[in-house]
């Protein structure tokens, strides 16, 4: 089952805007992850944070966490038009099994 | 070597033919998994191989049949497909089975069931 409700589904900015998505999930989790997608390509991993974290940062992104809200967000500073594609994220509730959310969909106008 | 490789790119097969997808990873990595995904669908999950012993079938149809010969091989093996079973399917490694592993793809397989 998908635990995972993304926010917007679809996002469309100009090159140098940042671009924020939201994701939230229903149950306890170990960790989030945000992964990208490519279009009809496999899946690249860009953060993880686990669930005792509030922030992390990794080149222009920036993750939060609010286990109390179970919501994450993710946000893209600078955007590039290299950077459109397709963000999922995805809990880890405690078996090892990642739950992806739906998605969003990103396009970055150059 | 830190990626996961998928043969065939493209598979067009009917619903009476049997195939097989092949996954490779030479990253020392213990578990494997396969996941299929519907367009603009987020990937659903169908096994998991943890040192090489199935350890997680998420109630897939018997027409799908995982193998996994050797730690760096996995293989899906397909027959009597139905076209509603045309997906990308994807391929994912991790060190080892369990917490805080990021997953690493594949480029995936482009299935379409005619």
């Known amino acids: 089952s998908q635990q995972g409700e993304e926010d917007p589904q679809a996002l469309s900015i100009q090159e140098g805007e940042n671009a924020t998505m939201n994701c939230s999930y229903k149950t306890s989790i170990n960790n989030l992850q945000w992964y990208r997608q490519n279009s009809g390509r496999g899946l690249v991993h860009l953060i993880l944070i686990r669930s005792n974290e509030r922030e992390k940062h990794s080149g222009r992104l920036r993750v939060t966490l609010d286990t109390s809200k179970k919501s994450s967000s993710l946000l893209i500073t600078a955007s590039r038009a290299a950077d459109t594609a397709s963000y999922f994220c995805a809990t880890d509730q405690d078996t090892g099994k990642l739950i992806f959310g739906q998605g969003t969909t990103l396009q970055v106008k150059p | 070597d830190t990626e996961v490789t998928q043969t065939p790119k493209h598979l067009v097969m009917g619903m009476t033919n049997k195939k097989s997808l092949k996954c490779e990873q030479h990253?020392?990595?213990?578990?494997m998994y396969w996941y299929k995904q519907k367009a603009k669908k987020p990937p659903e999950l169908m096994f998991v191989y943890s040192y090489e012993k199935l350890s997680i079938n998420e109630s897939v149809p018997s027409r799908f049949s995982p193998e996994c010969p050797n730690s760096s091989l996995l293989n899906l093996h397909l027959h009597a497909l139905q076209p509603e079973d045309s997906a990308l399917y994807l391929c994912a490694s991790t060190v080892r089975e369990g917490r805080y592993n990021e997953q690493f793809f594949g480029p995936g397989t482009r299935l379409t069931v005619l």
């Open positions: 990253m020392g990595h213990r578990a």
